[in-house]
C-alpha cells in the first residue's frame, strides 16, 4: 500500500519548536518531490515547504523561511520538517505528499496529517 504516515504534531507554546516525520510506504521517498502542506481552521491548504527529488533543492513559505527547515533520510524513506520559533498562526493541521517536482500543481498520496497546536 503506498502511503504517508505523518508525525510529531502536538501543544507547543509560541517560541517552541516540533520536528515533524513523513514516513511514506509502498513507494521511495527519494523518488519524489517531497512537500509539506498545512491547513488551519477556515483555510485553505497551503504549501509550506518542498524539498527536490533531483538535486535536494529546497523552497519555503516566505513566513516560514528562517524558522522551517525540510529534510529527508532515503535510508529511512521519511522526511521531516523541522519547526522553530513556533507561532500561534503556524496552528494547522500538517500534512505530507508526493509529486514529481515542487512546482507541481499535482500532489498525492496525502498522508493523515498531524495537529499542531501553538499556544501564546
Known amino acids: 500500500e503506498v502511503q504517508f504516515v505523518e508525525s510529531g504534531g502536538g501543544l507547543v507554546q509560541a517560541g517552541g519548536s516540533l520536528r515533524l516525520s513523513c514516513s511514506a510506504s509502498?513507494?521511495?521517498?527519494?523518488?519524489?518531490?517531497i512537500g509539506w502542506f498545512r491547513q488551519a481552521p477556515g483555510k485553505e491548504r497551503e504549501g509550506v515547504s518542498c524539498?527536490?527529488?533531483?538535486?535536494?533543492?529546497?523552497y519555503g513559505l516566505h513566513s516560514v523561511k528562517g524558522r522551517f527547515t525540510i529534510s529527508s533520510d532515503n535510508a529511512k524513506n521519511t522526511a521531516y520538517l523541522q519547526m522553530n520559533d513556533l507561532k500561534p498562526e503556524d496552528t494547522a493541521v500538517y500534512y505530507c505528499?508526493?509529486?514529481?517536482?515542487?512546482?507541481?500543481?499535482?500532489?498525492?498520496?496525502w498522508g493523515q496529517g498531524t495537529q499542531v497546536n501553538v499556544s501564546l
Open positions: 505528499a508526493a509529486s514529481t517536482d515542487c512546482e507541481s500543481s499535482l500532489w498525492g498520496n
Open positions: 509502498g513507494f521511495s521517498l527519494g523518488d519524489y518531490a
Open positions: 524539498i527536490s527529488s533531483t538535486d535536494g533543492s529546497t
